[in-house]
């Protein structure tokens, strides 16, 4: 066996393991995915009936990712506004907004999309609210503190005002010599 040939064995070789690496430690397309790109497709065909079924099943399951989720929605209420159900539109729009708060339409989608969506945002929105005032704190606290402050002022003036001899303590230094 030739050097060549052993090394495109080992070349092969490195690039299999290399394709199982990476095809074990890719990301898989999740199930609820797959249910949303056949919904889609089926609403694109105008199966709206098989697009929701496709939809609730995507629901359906568990660990569904809020991105998902946010895509199922607003399919759904593409789909109830395209057959004129209006209270199921509104229920999916609800769903959607409550998943994602801040969701704007795409310029592309119907205006009854947008409309839908826009005047449940203004709907869900919270009356604007009135500054709290707070009520005033009476001065206890300053009472406090000015009655502290004026004992700790008294006991400093009486232990100043002793009249006791002070005491001169050889401190070991000499005194300066004088200026020439």
């Known amino acids: 066996m030739s050097r060549l040939h052993r090394r495109k064995k080992i070349c092969f ?12 430690f890719a990301p898989a397309q999740s199930p609820c995915a797959q249910e949303l790109a ?7 065909d105008g199966d709206f009936t098989g697009a929701i079924t496709a939809i609730q099943r995507c629901l359906e ?3 569904v ?14 789909i109830y506004i395209a057959v004129e159900d209006t209270a199921q539109a509104r229920r999916a729009a609800l769903q959607l907004l409550a998943i994602a708060p801040n969701y704007q339409p795409d310029a592309n989608d119907s205006p009854e999309f947008n409309n839908l969506v826009d005047a449940l945002k203004k709907q869900r929105r919270p009356p604007p609210t009135t ?9 206890k606290k300053w009472w406090w503190i000015g009655g502290a ?3 700790t002022a008294g006991a400093a003036a009486i232990i100043l005002s002793r009249n006791e001899p ?10 300066p010599p004088p200026r020439p």
């Open 61 to 63: 399951k568990t660990e």
């Open 38 to 44: 056949a919904a889609n497709q089926r609403y694109g």
């Open 149 to 151: 402050a004026a004992t």
């Open 13 to 24: 070789g490195l690039f299999v393991l290399l394709d199982i690496f990476f095809a074990a």
């Open 131 to 139: 500054p709290v005032v707070k009520p005033k704190k009476s001065g």
């Open 65 to 78: 990712a809020a991105p998902e989720k946010i895509t199922a929605y607003a399919l759904l209420t593409r």
């Open 166 to 175: 002070r005491k001169q303590t050889d401190t070991g230094f000499t005194n």
